[in-house]
């Protein structure tokens, strides 16, 4: 190790072996401080010519949340309506159940941030790039501080984000990250070991 840490670096492997992908939130308030903490590790992430080309909005308002959940939820059930109706009339209800549910439950968090891009940037080849090493700071810092957090591309609809919270057609929407205290902390799913990724010096050995 080198010899002038300040830090005990345990804490970072630990943190990092912790964080999970959460779907399912408490209602239990964020306070400021710990939201400003976690947004302040997004923003030192490292970018393109240090492009930063991020914008984080936070999305706390109850009234807004509830807007994108039925948007959400009216799209979501539209894009599965072809697949409802080839299912027999007890699968379809369950599934439909099921769509409910975890939106729902996706939603229920105190708060969300939409990571966008802003494709003017001087770079805008790496800006998803530059997003995603912010998002990855996000949901490390979030879960340093007992957070559960999700990297969302695809459960609720891009269309509902960009409509409901008005996002000016300039920026990419990269993702949407719940921030809250999880209703039970998933377990780890399953992960490669080190081994399947890595080669040293040559690829000559890979599969
Ligand atoms: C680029 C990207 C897109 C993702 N999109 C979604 C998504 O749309 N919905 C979702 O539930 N999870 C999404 N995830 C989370 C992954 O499913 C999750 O990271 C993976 O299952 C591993 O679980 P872990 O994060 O707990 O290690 C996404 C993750 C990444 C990196």
Redesign the pocket.
């Known amino acids: 190790m080198a010899p002038e840490l300040g830090w005990n670096p345990n804490c970072f492997f630990e943190i990092v072996k912790a964080?999970?992908?959460v779907?399912a939130f408490t209602a239990t308030p964020v306070p400021d401080e710990d939201l400003v903490r976690i947004l302040d590790a997004a923003r030192l992430a490292p970018s393109s010519g240090n492009q930063q080309p991020w914008r984080f909005l936070v999305v706390r308002d109850r009234a807004v949340l509830d807007r994108l959940h039925d948007d959400a939820l009216a799209l979501t059930l539209e894009a599965a309506r072809e697949q409802l109706y080839m299912m027999e009339a007890e699968e379809a209800a369950a599934h439909q159940a099921q769509i409910v549910d975890y939106i729902g439950a996706f939603l229920a968090a105190p708060v969300y941030v939409v990571v966008l891009l802003d494709t003017t940037a001087p770079y805008p080849a790496y800006v998803e790039q530059d997003g995603?090493l912010a998002a990855a700071h996000l949901m490390l810092a979030a879960r340093a501080l007992g957070y559960g957090t999700?990297?969302?591309?695809?459960?609720i609809p891009e269309r509902a984000i960009r409509y409901v919270l008005g996002i000016p057609d300039r920026y990419q929407i990269l993702?949407m990250l719940p921030i809250g205290i999880p209703t039970a902390w998933?377990p780890?799913?399953p992960?490669r070991e080190l081994e399947a990724f890595v080669a040293y010096e040559t690829l000559d050995d890979a599969g």
């Open positions: 964080r999970r992908t779907r995603a999700a990297y969302d591309t695809d459960s993702c998933p780890a799913p992960k």
